[in-house]
Nanobody, 115 residues
Framework: QVQVVESGGGLVQPGGSLRLSCTAS????????INWYRRAPGKGRELVAV???????NYADSVKGRFTISRDNAANSGYLQMNSLKPEDTAVYYC?????????WGQGTQVTVSS
């Protein structure tokens, strides 16, 4: 049975950092693409970052230079390192793991950037 579990969200001050984790089980993680999405209050779902099977990465313009997506296949995990956080980054962040053309979703983790 496939399971995707997210962690690492929380409350942080502007300029601070958080590292989100996404751990999957029940799939061949090394053959999966990892996407991080977020949904901010009053906004639709936004694709934040992508890392491919080969390790290629892409980022939304709003987070380029501040966020880094990575993966550790041995740990069946993906990560989103978020630095220089802004209030506009406040959102629920979701991990999406794509394997064999099927999307698996985490439960979401709340990130709040506020003084």
């Amino acid at each position: 049975q496939v399971q995707v579990v997210e962690s690492g969200g929380g409350l942080v001050q502007p300029g601070g950092s958080l590292r989100l984790s996404c751990t999957a089980s029940g799939i061949i993680f090394s053959l999966s693409t990892i996407n991080w999405y977020r949904r901010a209050p009053g906004k639709g779902r936004e694709l934040v970052a992508v890392i491919s099977i080969t390790g290629n990465t892409n980022y939304a313009d709003s987070v380029k230079g501040r966020f880094t997506i990575s993966r550790d296949n041995a740990a069946n995990s993906g990560y989103l390192q978020m630095n220089s956080l802004k209030p506009e980054d406040t959102a629920v962040y979701y991990c999406n793991v794509v394997n064999d053309r099927i999307d698996y979703w985490g439960q979401g983790t709340q990130v709040t950037v506020s003084s």
